[in-house]
């Protein structure tokens, strides 16, 4: 939906914020914005845009914690347990094969990095099973610089972890509290802050991109073309994970074999 199609008052908050925090909420549902800035208003017991435009002129904590809640950064280590389990059964394996453990992966949205480690996690075990050395890569993007900073310092309390499988929890994290994420694990995932709508793929070719939770948030033509941005980014064969929040549409359709309907896993032809 285009800022002329929406509630004049949010348009301009929102054309207020792309104007002064380089970001593009246009792109964003209507109904998800407009649940989200009440969340802030009522908080800050406002009852216009325009009051709540105005106090973010004098509290800039405010406006951060705005941007905070409008991206939305709830994550956990091994979230949605089947897609993972799918991710280690057919598509690190063919990866593997190809590559020889040499895979270069992308996980857009990454939040405070729990979706990034699970994903470094799973290509350390395929590893222990080949007895490869893993010359793996994650890039590991969020816009949400209070995420990433999280996801930096890498340590995590124990909700972090109500899905992770506990060997995978003993095996990569330190036992004390709270856990941090062992070293092996740190020097696969590079982290950096990059907004998926304004800027290109960071280092394309990847085997892998794996976004997950994200494009749920966009309108219909910002996910198609994202999805468009992901394809090219993939080598032939490279693989797209979506999980199960997200629907396929648009031309990319043309351009992906289905791998897996449930969890949303495409590989580029
Ligand atoms: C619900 S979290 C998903 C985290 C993880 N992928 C998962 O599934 O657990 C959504 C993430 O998307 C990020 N995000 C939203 N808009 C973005 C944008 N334009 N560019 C980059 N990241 C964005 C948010 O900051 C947030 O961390």
């Not at 301009?12 to 649940?35: H, N, P, T, W």
């Not at 994650?138 to 610089?145: I, P, S």
């Not at 999280?150 to 004390?176: S, V």
């Not at 992906?256 to 949303?264: H, Q, S």
Request: aromatic content about 10%; hydrophobic content about 35%; some cysteine.
């Amino acid at each position: 939906m285009s800022s002329r199609e929406r509630d004049p008052d949010l348009a301009a908050l929102v054309k207020k914020i792309a104007l002064e925090r380089r970001f593009g909420f246009d792109s964003y549902k209507e109904s998800c914005l407009k649940r989200r800035v009440a969340v802030r208003m009522r908080a800050c017991g406002v009852g216009s845009y325009d009051e709540y435009a105005e106090l973010l002129d004098r509290n800039n904590a405010e406006y951060e914690e705005l941007l905070a809640t409008l991206t939305i950064n709830v994550t956990k280590f091994y979230r949605n347990k089947e897609t993972w389990d799918a991710i280690s059964r057919v598509v690190l394996p063919d990866l593997w094969q190809r590559r020889s453990g040499n895979v270069r992966c992308w996980s857009a949205g990454c939040a405070s990095g729990e979706e990034p480690y699970t994903l470094a996690m799973l290509i350390l075990e395929r590893a222990r099973k080949t007895g490869e050395t893993p010359l793996a890569r994650v890039d590991a993007t969020d816009y949400d610089r209070r995420s990433l900073d999280r996801a930096l310092a890498g340590e995590y309390g124990d909700a972090a972890f109500e899905e992770l499988p506990g060997d995978l929890l003993r095996r990569y994290f330190t036992a004390d509290s709270p856990k941090s994420v062992v070293p092996a694990i740190r020097t696969i995932v590079r982290f950096r802050r990059h907004d998926i709508i304004q800027e290109p793929a960071p280092n394309p070719p990847y085997d892998l991109i794996v976004c997950r939770n994200v494009l749920i948030y966009f309108d219909r033509k910002t996910q198609q073309r994202l999805v468009a941005r992901f394809t090219d980014s993939l080598d032939p064969g490279g693989y797209l994970v979506l999980g199960r929040a997200e629907t396929l549409f648009g031309e990319s359709r043309d351009r992906l074999r289905l791998v897996d309907a449930r969890e949303r896993i495409y590989s580029r032809l």
